[in-house]
């Protein structure tokens, strides 16, 4: 085995050579409107929103900041203006079924036009229709049908009263109606006198009246007919004069729509609808005709006129150039699918289909519909409204109140409106796998995704692309160009966040803060352009503002209130390495891992799962170690010890395996009694087979434990035990590479638990004869012998002693 040497500075930061750049200042390099880094996900994209078929809509994944919303909007911007512009929609009303409003489509542009033209015929009407009705003409039409109804009663009653007289019977009106009276010679009798009549004479007075009786009833029951028929005569008048009226008016305005069924049937519907109800056009202070009044009364009052016949227009495309493209930034349940809106009147809630309100797939209908799913799932019933339009290819306006039944107010039922529009949902990959995996629905309706990348391969092109990116957004933002330098500067810190020497990330938006923050601080340093220095204020000014929390963690490891050892060594005690994640500044700190053995039944307690402060992970790693030691050193024979591992000095979770090495070395030393070096700190994870494996997070955790060095002063022996995996991702700080490069800070890749035993105690780890024995005062040998003994002692403790034998047991050890 070989002990490995420390890394050299130049494995320990790649940096970006200014000169592999042909410009001196992003001005002089052209715009561009590639989607850097994301060929996989651009594919997706052209590919969800060019094909056609029901359920391809598109599901753009991947974390916040890497450009999901900017390619989806830049790759629309190009294809939706090359598309057909979607119909306007409207409502109107049904006459024959005021609680169903019917829909109308109309090309683009002639909805709202549709709606000024009938808003105008229905303005001329409320003057043209009174003025008609109010001529000369038609009130000589009207006088005549009420003179022929006067005339024929007249003439009845007039018939009645000489059929009367030629029975000497008379008949008088009277308050309480018409009576009969007899007459002789000419005169009423009175009571007196035809009391003094013969029974016979009085029995045919009785006879006559009686017969006159029947006749006037039979008149009085014909007279309400006569009114009828009158009042029919009168409506059929009115109706003809309106449709007369009506017809060239009408005529001129079905031309403009000739090509529209739909629109000349509703044209039709409100001709018809006006002549039934012309009495609602009339001014209820007008004076009308006597015989128009009770006409007029029972039609619709005339403000209401207006509305009956207006056009509600929902989705106006006129000022639309292709396919519309709509982002909802609230995606509620009525702002998705429509709403309809109530008024108050009198204390009761009305509507009409006038108050009838588009939504996001009203708008997007033709197009295309964009939505945050975070956002959307976020709002009652809203996911499930935005299925059930895709499912059914339609949208159904309906209020949640009436969907559930829980409120009795009268609402309306309006036409369901054919959709045809492709959504765009943009969220996180932790959503879409939930999605998948507990709606069947999901799969059904967005059949593509386009994941997102969340770094790329650092090379010369997407160095270049770097580049461009960065003038596009100087451009675009108004912002100083970048002189060559700041540009490799700004690589160089895209390789940091993407945690990789060999990677850039694509989390852009990290990006572009960063390029407006040095932007500013050039301007603060009156430079033309931005240099590297002004990118490194920029990066330097974000750590302070984010570091009061690691500062003072820091403080209180320098003043020893959180105990950590930079110096000397000590038995069953290191220091691992962890990440505290702040937002989005992470930064490390040293931990001191300590580790206790005693004689046992091969149990090691993990003090931290033990109080439900270590995570399932961070106890898989504790099992790991477990298994290890019993692989190794006690596969034949039982593993005779108790131990305990905790992280000091620790009052919040654990969780994660990268400290299972450190723990593990911490429970070889107390084994072995061998010491290990306080001026190292450990990081990685291991496996059942004693190899170190890659961990997240290594430059903040070895930036973590030099600045502790560092504030106690650097000695030469201090230095970070990482995982041989790691090194690719090695990007750290100016100041801990000029450390290592003078010598007084050491990383060293370690590849095996073995390889770090001989760092941490300065002892070799021992290999083990091809009869498994390890080398004399090697470190593994230590450890067998230890667990010999301690084997011993269980065999001494669980044999029976001999009758009337005192037991001696052996002398304990006074071992950590």
């Known amino acids: 085995m070989t002990i490995p040497k420390p890394l050299t500075a130049g494995q320990l930061y790649r940096q970006c050579d200014p000169s592999q750049f042909s410009f001196t200042t992003t001005a002089e390099l052209e715009n561009t409107d590639d989607i850097i880094g994301q060929t996989r996900a651009v594919a997706a994209i052209r590919f969800g929103l060019g094909i056609q078929h029901g359920g391809f809509n598109l599901y753009a994944l991947g974390p916040n900041g890497v450009g999901k919303q900017t390619a989806v909007n830049q790759y629309l911007a190009q294809q939706a203006p090359t598309q057909a512009t979607p119909d306007d929609w409207c409502y109107v009303n049904n006459f024959h079924q005021l ?206 006129i207006v509305t009956r016949y207006q056009i509600n227009v929902i989705v106006d495309n006129g000022q639309t150039t292709g396919a519309p493209v709509i982002f909802e930034d609230l995606p509620s349940y009525q702002n998705l699918v429509g709403s309809v809106e109530h008024i108050s009147q009198m204390g009761t809630l009305l509507t009409d289909f006038t108050l009838i309100k588009a939504g996001a797939l009203h708008r997007a209908n033709g197009g295309y519909l964009i939505l ?265 024979r039982p593993l005779s010890l108790a131990a305990t591992l905790v992280f000091e000095q620790s009052y919040s979770g654990v969780e994660g395996d990268s400290a299972s090495s450190a723990e593990l070395y911490a429970l070889l030393s107390a084994l072995a009694d061998v010491p290990l070096k306080q001026s190292l700190a450990v990081t990685g994870s291991v496996n059942q087979r004693g190899q170190i494996q890659a961990i997240g997070g290594v430059n903040e955790k070895i930036e973590g434990f030099f600045d502790v060095c560092q504030a106690r002063g650097l000695t030469g022996e201090q230095g970070v035990l990482i995982p041989a995996a790691n090194v690719h991702n090695l990007m750290l700080r100016p100041d801990v590479v000029a450390a290592a490069a003078a010598g007084q800070f050491h990383l060293y890749p370690v590849s095996s638990v073995d390889e770090g035993l001989a760092l941490l105690t300065g002892l070799p780890a021992g290999e083990a004869n091809s009869e498994g024995h390890y080398p004399e005062g090697s470190v593994n040998g230590r450890i067998v012998q230890r667990l010999n003994r301690l084997t011993d002692q269980a065999r001494h403790f669980a044999s029976p002693p001999p009758n009337n034998e005192q037991v001696v047991p052996p002398q304990p050890e006074n071992r950590g």
């Open 372 to 636: 945050d799913v975070r956002k959307l799932l976020q709002q009652p019933y809203a996911w499930e409204g935005l299925k059930r339009a895709l499912r059914a290819r339609q949208i159904h306006i309906e209020s949640l109140g009436q969907l559930f039944s829980t409120i009795s107010t009268v609402s309306l039922e309006p036409e369901p409106i054919p959709l045809n529009t492709k959504v765009i949902l943009t969220g996180d990959r932790e959503l879409y796998y939930l999605l998948c995996s507990y709606d069947p629905d999901f799969r059904e309706l967005f059949k593509v995704a386009a994941d997102f990348e969340n770094e790329m391969v650092r090379d010369q092109a997407n160095s270049q692309a770097y580049a461009s990116l960065i003038a596009n957004l100087a451009r675009k933002e108004k912002l100083r160009h970048f002189d060559r330098a700041a540009v490799a500067r700004v690589i160089e810190h895209s390789a940091r966040l993407a945690g990789d020497a060999t990677k850039l990330t694509t989390h852009m938006q990290s990006i572009s803060d960063l390029l407006r923050e040095a932007d500013y601080w050039a301007g603060e340093a009156a430079h033309n352009y931005v240099t590297a220095p002004d990118v490194q204020k920029a990066l330097e000014a974000q750590v302070y503002r984010s570091s009061r929390i690691r500062e003072r963690i820091q403080e209180t490891i320098l003043r020893d209130r959180i105990l950590i050892d930079t110096a000397g060594t000590a038995v069953g005690q290191i220091n691992g390495l962890s990440v505290i994640m702040l937002d989005n500044y992470a930064f490390g700190r040293p931990n001191r891992i300590t580790a206790r053995v005693r004689l046992g039944k091969g149990d090691v307690v993990d003090i931290e799962r033990q109080v439900e402060l270590g995570g399932p992970i961070h106890t898989k790693g504790v099992l790991i170690l477990v298994g290890f030691l019993g692989a190794r050193y006690a596969a034949e």
């Open 99 to 304: 609680h169903r409003p019917r829909a109308l489509h109309l090309p683009a542009g002639q909805g709202g036009q549709f709606q000024q033209e009938m808003a105008q015929l229905i303005e001329d009407l409320l003057t043209v229709i009174p003025a008609t009705l109010n001529r000369e003409e038609t009130i000589a039409k009207n006088k005549a049908i009420l003179k022929e109804l006067k005339e024929r009663e007249s003439r009845s009653f007039k018939e009645l009263e000489a059929q009367a007289e030629a029975h000497s019977i008379r008949i008088i009106s009277t308050s309480a109606g018409f009576g009969f009276a007899p007459l002789q010679q000419g005169e009423v009798i009175t009571p007196e006198e035809f009391d003094g009549l013969s029974p016979e004479a009085q029995a045919d007075i009785e006879t006559r009246i009686n017969e006159l009786q029947a006749a006037l009833q039979a008149i009085m029951q014909q007279v309400p007919q006569w009114h009828r028929d009158a009042q029919n005569k009168l409506k059929k008048l009115q109706e003809e004069t309106a449709a007369a009226t009506l017809r060239p008016l009408f005529t001129e305005l079905a031309q403009t729509y000739a090509s529209l069924p739909d629109v000349l049937a509703h044209l039709e519907a409100v001709q018809q609808d006006i002549v039934a109800n012309v009495g609602g056009f009339m001014e209820p202070d007008q004076e009308a005709p006597a015989a128009l009044a009770g006409i007029a009364s029972s039609g619709s009052p005339r403000r209401s």
